[in-house]
């Protein structure tokens, strides 16, 4: 008899379970709507699978965690308690918790920690039933008479999320008295140490009748970035030891399990859940290809002139399946965005509850599907821009209500297809940019001159601009300032832009252009002397013939020239490049104009040979980076062909002119 | 790798390439593959060894002319001019070289440190010397032969050349 090794079928288990807990979390957002039952059927159903699924593999602690969960779902289910807002509450901090665990879980860390024993003893409470601990009673009341014991751990990498543990301690202050205690134990030795990292910790013992929900929004935004336990602190006597043993052990696993964690996120390959369809598609194109194939090898045998036309009707087809192949197996990597707009609700609902505002969120095109790379990347810049527009683009319902707007603030994300890239766009109706405090904050910070005449656009662009932000009081959501020259970054990087429109009293818009995959681009190549580049098709704007005396020179060598009303510069690609043997006169020539990042600027090229797909590879995987260049591709005849990065070139430029 | 041999010392074995009348040994371990000269394409702003990229098979990979990084001439490419595909550190390049000639197996023992002579070629990027009867072999260091410090260095001349002309 053999035995099975049920840890091979752990990855699927998590898996499934990270859904249903998505599911779970989904569903009970739509319950604090105000959901119908079924809602509650399918939360039950996700947890029981999830328990059953804990129990089977060997987390009994998952389980038993899960057990109280659904015991207190089983109450709401079969309509002994009606569902309220603490207990939609209570169950999101348990899906956050059961994250949690599958994240240890998965770094083979021990499962139950401080946070999730004391959310037991809650859901355990609400159940009705009583746990047999000495701190039962103090953890299921609210506020703790005898004040909290707070264990704050930092991941070393929190600070560059731009948290600030000081002030974390502020807001604590504001709350009771504290007294803190610095954990010194992970600080490394001098040589080690990384300036940028976090390496404290805190034993916060804070007194006063505060209630574990307010401490717990004070560490809202730093709650996946730290390991944090919140623990009533029992005045008379000292705390008893097995709650002091539940606080010290998991932390000191915390820090390790973050670790470890991270290790194995960058050790994994990653997987893409394929849809059947897309199998089936592929695999009727591959039978199409191999019987354009069989027909086309019956000319290899003889071939009179006479059967041309069906040579060439058979090329066509073959040229017709690759394509078709291609596009296909691109599709495979192809995912709806629907996987980063689910984690809104919840983000919205958290921030607009803790800001006071109204907000309602729309989201449209949840199944525009991208490039899994792109997926994964523009996540973080689509937070940010949602924080940004409900901290500072919604009003307040006081102020909207004296706007003569609705109270309820509309916050739109919306995704689609146009031409071949995907729009994002993030659409609020609060006041829209204030025009004044950015002009007077760049007129400080010197990167504007005068604030005269300056238009719409140019306001927008200057939000992007690095360390610039105008909120009057840092808040911990947004208003630092290192977040939208990131954004931009990001997006830029993908080989997309972000542009920005505003108008006072009636809202921002930011649209979001990215491309539908990285891995092949539509390009045309351009002759510069004998040497073929390749322009991506994204960034060009129009191809045109100059006269020779259309060209300015300015001084500094830079030559302009006039393009719809606005004076561009001309990049030559052979200078740019070092081509010897190009056409040196602009008239002999042609100019592609090219945009990029807000920015147009005309390439000076031999000429065009042609338009084509190009499989982007990488430079640098043998060799390195070089500036202007972004990659390079095979053509046809199996030389390569390097790619011209737009907007690496139209930044050297600018950089150049500002110089 | 090196293997015990029959006198019991270790040997490694090198392929030997031919440049400019002298003889070269390259840790054969290191060789991926000889190719005839194709031509390939110019990268902008690269040294003047580093030739351009070419295409092997799908993966793009720089090629430099041994002639040229040791700051000799290269007068033309014919039929012998061979590309020779190293894998250093997980990374591709070819080198360019007159003519690939033998394998020779070097006792580890019979390798000398390289005097400083004055050869055309920098000692930096020499492992040892040994010598076959009457021929010399320069054993080569793969590794030094595209450091990836060139490539600093260079960023770091262009850019203060750039700054330089930004101040004028």
Known sequence: MSTINVAQFHKVFFEESLEG???MEAALLALDEGGDAELVH????AAHSIKGGAATFGFPEMAAFTHEAESLLDQVRDGRRAIDKPIVELMLRTVDCLRGMFDRAEAGQPLADAGSESLKLQLAAAVGREIPAAATKAATKSAAPGGWIIQFRPHAGMLAGGNDPLRLMRELAALGQLVVEAQLDRVPALDALDPSECHLGWRIELTGAVSREAIAAVFEW???????????????????????????APTGAGGAAGASRHAASSNDAGSVRVGIDKIDSLIDLVGELVITQAMLDQFREAFDPSRLSLLQEGLAQLARHTRTLQESVMGIRMLPIGSVFNRFPRLV????????????LDMVGEHTELDKTVLEKIGDPLVHLVRNAIDHGLETPEKRRAAGKNEVGTLRLEAFHRGGSIVVEIVDDGAGLNREAIIAKALQKGLIKSGEGITDEAVGDLIFQPGFSTAAVTTDLSGRGVGMDVVRRNVVDLGGNVAIKSRAGAGTTFTITLPLTLAIIDGLSAAVGDECYIVPLVSIVESIQLPADAVRSVTGGGELFRFRGEYLPIVRLHQQFGCASARQN????????????????GLFVDGLIGQQQAVVKSLEANY?????????TILADGSVALIVDVAGLIRMQSRRKAA | MSQPSINGSAETQYLTVNLAHEEYGIDILAVREIRGWTPVTRIPQSPHYVLGVLNLRGAIVPVIDLRLRFGLSREEYNATTVTVIITVAGRQFGVVVDAVSDVLDVADDAMRPVPDMGTTVDTEYLKGLTSI??????????????????????????????????VA
């Open chain 1, 42 to 45: 399918s939360i039950f159903r």
């Open chain 2, 133 to 166: 009867g009457d021929r010399m072999v320069l054993l080569l260091d793969a590794d030094k032969l595209l450091q990836p410090q060139d490539a600093q260095m260079l960023e770091a001349a262009l850019n203060a050349a750039g700054d330089v002309k930004a």
């Open chain 1, 21 to 23: 807990l998505d599911a």
């Open chain 1, 222 to 248: 730093v709650e996946d970035e730290c390991d944090l336990s919140i623990e009533p602190r029992v005045a008379a006597a000292p705390p008893p030891a097995p709650v002091v043993e539940a606080v010290a």
């Open chain 1, 624 to 632: 390195r980076r070089v500036d202007g260049i972004s990659g390079a």
């Open chain 1, 349 to 360: 609902r958290d921030l607009s509850q803790k800001l006071g505002k109204h907000v309602k």
């Open chain 1, 586 to 601: 602009i008239e002999d020539g042609l100019l592609i104009v090219v945009e990029a990042d807000g920015g147009q600027v």
